[in-house]
């Protein structure tokens, strides 16, 4: 069946840091990924996604690329900001519509 | 803002009772998702309707739950006798079509005492 395994936190970064989160998964066919963010007290907010290999997804300064070959989607930002606080969930979805997730990665950023 | 709603946002109930969500999807969407999320874990899929029609249930869905989305609009998901296990977060999402993005709802949270 699929899976995703991202990267375990917390991860805690000063402001202006650059950011890595990595995820991986496995799914048959060519599924589609996602990255969601829930910040503190609220719902699962879409991020960015990529539907297929080599697409680049980005949103609010995030940024991640499909990459078939190695089955991740590794989350990045440049420069991490206080906001950014929250906790990040990559997804992928596969031909039957439902959302598999990873665990979820807290990130803490300080000013 | 005509996002997705949850109702109630908290519930706190005692073992064996019964409890029902409510979700309200956004208008125009027809499929209709709904996920469990335990502390420190991501959400999990539980069943989803396209219109009023239940498609697919996982097996995390015992028998004890239940879920129904009677005129294609909102749905509930009703858990019977309650355990300590069940308590969790709830979330439901919604989607147009085939479309990739579904939008969830700030979830109802259940706390089984």
Not at chain 1, 73 to 86: M, R, T
Not at chain 2, 93 to 109: C, K, M, V, W
């Amino acid at each position: 069946g699929n899976s995703v395994t991202q990267m375990e936190g917390p991860v805690t970064l000063s402001e202006e840091a650059f950011l890595t989160i990595n995820c991986t998964y496995t799914a048959t066919g060519y599924p589609s990924l996602f990255w969601y963010v829930q910040y503190p007290g609220e719902g699962l907010q879409l991020l960015l996604k990529a539907t297929k290999a080599d697409d680049k997804g980005s949103n609010k300064g995030f940024e991640a690329t499909y990459r078939k070959e190695t089955t991740s989607f590794h989350l990045e930002k440049g420069s991490v900001q206080v906001s950014d606080s929250a906790v990040y969930f990559c997804a992928l979805k596969g031909s039957n519509y439902k959302l598999t997730f990873g665990k979820g990665t807290l990130l803490t950023v300080n000013p | 803002d005509t996002g997705v709603s949850q109702d109630p946002r908290h519930k706190i109930t005692k073992r064996g009772q019964n409890v029902t969500f409510r979700c309200d999807p956004i208008s125009e969407h027809n499929r209709l998702y709904w996920y469990r999320q335990t502390l420190g874990q991501g959400p999990e899929f539980l069943t989803y309707f396209q219109n009023e029609a239940q498609l697919e249930k996982s097996r995390l869905l015992s028998d004890r739950f239940s879920a129904e989305r009677p005129k294609g609009s909102f749905s509930t998901l009703e858990i019977q006798r309650t355990e300590q296990g069940d308590s969790a977060m709830y979330l439901c999402a919604s989607s147009f079509g085939g479309g990739d993005e579904q939008y969830f709802g700030p979830g109802t949270r259940l706390t089984v005492t």
